[in-house]
């Protein structure tokens, strides 16, 4: 943090500057080969939230004419993702993990209401595995929240909403499996 700040800082002001997108995912980088597992994960957490709440930044990249998901940056070494999404209307999505990898959700406009659940029965190929709920917390304007592997969660949200993701992996070649809700 330090770092960033003193990377962002700007000549004469007191109020440090936004970063860009290279610098953002740079960072990312840094801390997530210099800290490999949850610890490096919340390092990074933190990091979104800065960029969470830089106008600028979520201006120039989870605009309006950001689909679902776009994919912002693609670490070709670590494999983690940084992703931009604008999703429109009221939804309700289905309890799921990300497999063998992990996700940080961070909000840059509306609110998401998430859901956590823990594991009741594990899914397999054949059968879908079995949820209990467990929370559900608001993740409003410039809150970013970690899920490790396995963390069972389900975003629901009654209007539109805007987010900046990571994944450890791009998750368009992850196969996931299916939970019911108990
Ligand atoms: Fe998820």
């Not at 709440?53 to 679902?68: M, N, Q, R, S, T």
């Not at 409003?140 to 450890?168: C, F, Q, W």
């Amino acid at each position: 943090m330090v770092d960033l700040l003193r990377m962002t800082k700007q000549d004469g002001g007191d109020k440090p500057m936004g970063q860009n997108l290279e610098q953002f995912a740079a960072e990312c980088r840094r801390i997530l080969k210099d800290t490999p597992g949850p610890d490096g994960r919340e390092k990074v957490r933190a990091l979104v939230e800065e960029v969470l709440k830089d106008d600028a930044f979520v201006a120039k990249h989870v605009g309006d004419d950001v689909p679902e998901r776009k994919i912002l940056y693609e670490d070709p070494d670590l494999g983690f993702c940084i992703l931009a999404h604008v999703y429109h209307g009221a939804k309700e999505s289905a309890p799921h993990d990300h497999g063998p990898t992990w996700a940080i959700y961070g909000q840059a406009a509306g609110e998401t209401l998430m859901n956590e659940w823990a594991l009741v029965e594990p899914a397999s190929e054949q059968k879908p595995g079995k949820v209990r709920h467990v929370r559900a917390y608001p993740l409003k304007r410039g809150m970013a929240h970690v899920y490790n592997e396995g963390d069972l969660h389900s975003p629901k949200r009654e209007g539109s909403t805007r987010l900046i993701r990571i994944e450890g992996r791009n998750m368009d070649k992850v196969k996931r499996l299916p939970y019911e809700k108990v």
